[in-house]
């Protein structure tokens, strides 16, 4: 394991631990040497408290340590005297404590129980996301090696009966396979872009991104979103775009299948010369020229 998965794993616990401590403080589950700081009520007097009729506590703790001092301070007393005055009658009123169920929840039961939800779903989602460091990278689509077929088979889908051409899309790899005769003049020789005299040019135009279309009758891609020209293997012609169109690295492996490595894309600034005569019929988009 390597040392920033090490670092993830440890920022991953400290959080877990940070937030079961916030619930902890949250949800009243402190030492009793905590709650009998905060048990105010035995520091008041007790005369105070027979005044105040009031029996809400909020900050009390749960359990009562005295219950004898508890049952004293919960009676009231009062002397109701007969008419004839021999008889004295002490009437007591006692409380008796309830269940959770009977009494509902509180206010602080409520605010403490959505703060741990709250904490708990968000140290679950980042766990999560942690964990998706560590889980591995889910193999195919772009980005990695595309299998597009048979060499033989895409030749035979590129060449026309007419002798022009028309491009194989591979949508798996975002890319149009089309051949490629290799020249010592080429700046495409010693890339690693042609394989068995194919290429694979990416489909998306380097000036602002637009996927490029091809045109049949100029034999090359033509963007319409800025009228950027490129020929059939996509060197610059004409147009904003400020080089060629990008390629992958491409290989032929044992079996006789064209793999085309998505992600290995290879950039080349503009040809001096083009490999490939463009246009070769008429366009499909038409630059406008600026108004004077």
Not at 21 to 36: H, L, S, Y
Not at 112 to 127: D, P, R, S, V
Request: glycine share 10%; with cysteine.
């Amino acid at each position: 394991m390597s040392l920033v998965q090490l670092s993830f794993v440890a920022i991953a616990f400290i959080g877990l631990f940070g937030v079961i401590g916030i619930i902890a403080v949250v949800t009243g589950r402190t030492p009793k040497a905590v709650n009998k700081r905060l048990n105010w009520k035995k520091n008041l007097d007790k005369r105070a408290l027979k005044v105040d009729k009031s029996q809400t506590n909020f900050l009390a703790p749960d359990e009562p340590e005295n219950e004898e001092e508890n049952l004293s301070d919960d009676i009231e007393e009062k002397d109701d005297i007969q008419t004839d005055g021999s008889i004295k009658v002490k009437e007591e009123i006692i409380y008796e404590e309830i269940s959770e169920e009977e009494a509902g929840m509180t206010r602080r039961q409520f605010l403490g129980k959505a703060l741990g939800i709250t904490f708990g779903a968000f140290a679950g989602i980042q766990l999560i996301s942690w964990l998706g460091f560590f889980y591995p990278k889910v193999s195919g689509g772009f980005g990695s090696k595309i299998d597009a077929g048979r060499v033989q088979d895409l030749k035979d889908q590129i060449f026309q009966s007419d002798g022009s051409v028309i491009p194989a899309f591979i949508p798996a790899a975002r890319a149009y396979v089309l051949p490629f005769e290799q020249s010592g003049n080429s700046q495409f020789s010693d890339s690693g872009t042609v394989a068995d005299g194919l290429v694979a040019v990416y489909q998306r135009c380097v000036h602002l991104g637009c996927r490029v279309p091809w045109c049949n009758t100029s034999q090359g891609f033509e963007c319409p979103c800025h009228g950027s020209k490129y020929n059939m293997v996509g060197e610059y012609y004409a147009g904003p775009a400020p080089r060629n169109l990008d390629r992958f690295i491409v290989n032929v492996n044992t079996s006789g299948k064209f793999i085309i490595d998505t992600g290995s894309i290879i950039e080349s600034p503009r040809a001096a010369g083009m490999s490939v005569k463009y246009p070769q019929g008429i366009s499909c988009i038409t630059i406008a020229a600026p108004e004077e």
